[in-house]
């Protein structure tokens, strides 16, 4: 969704103004962290680990204006632990984004 990466990349541009080189390590980090909640999320097997990595990817996405990634957090803390079709959502979502920047 071309909307959802112009949201980042506005908000990016808003903390960076032109320092291409700072935008593309924020985009990094950004892209980074989200990965590593949903890599928690596809290993979680009880209601805290679960809950914690979907807050986290909610705080994430919402400091970023990131809200179809939010949303999805939302609909993550009300699934079961585990829920191969939320996270699935999740990675869909946040592959719109693009790679990392450092892999």
Not at 22 to 41: G, N
């Amino acid at each position: 969704m071309a909307y959802e990466s112009g949201a980042l990349d506005a908000t990016l541009a808003a903390a960076a103004g032109e320092d291409r080189a700072l935008i593309a390590e924020l985009r990094s980090a950004f892209i980074d962290s989200a990965q590593k909640q949903v890599e928690l999320l596809k290993r979680a097997r009880c209601d805290g680990n679960w809950h914690v990595a979907a807050m986290r990817l909610k705080g994430l996405a919402a400091s970023f204006h990131a809200s179809n990634l939010y949303d999805l957090a939302e609909e993550a803390l009300v699934a079961a632990p585990g829920e191969p079709t939320v996270v699935r959502k999740i990675e869909s979502a946040l592959a719109e984004f693009g790679p990392s920047i450092d892999t």
